[in-house]
């Protein structure tokens, strides 16, 4: 069985991820063998809030040169998760 903090990597901090919280959709960078469900329980336990959609994309590691050598990224999974509107807030991102 998987660890909660095992699933959720960290939270992604950009401009539209920012954006979007104003809506109560928050973005995490979560493990790439991880599912919805596995994001939604992990999200619960940790937050203790309610999940009413999980949105995962996979990304790709993009390619990258170090002089004539051509290598790259790793790849990773985000998880774009969406609140039921009874649910309270997710603090951390209330205080960016």
């Known amino acids: 069985m998987k660890f909660a903090y095992d699933v959720i ?20 960078k979560v ?6 469900t596995e994001v939604k329980h992990a999200l619960e336990e940790i937050f203790s809030i309610e999940i009413e959609k999980v949105n995962i994309m996979n990304v790709k590691g993009k390619l990258k040169r170090m ?13 774009v998760v969406t609140l039921t509107p009874k649910s309270k807030e ?6 960016l």
């Open 31 to 36: 493990a790439v063998d991880a599912n919805k």
């Open 9 to 28: 990597l960290k939270p992604v901090i950009s401009e539209r991820s920012m954006d979007e919280a104003a809506n109560r959709k928050y973005t995490f």
């Open 90 to 95: 997710i603090e951390f991102f209330q205080s």
């Open 67 to 79: 002089g004539r050598n051509m290598g790259r990224r790793a790849a990773s999974k985000k998880a």
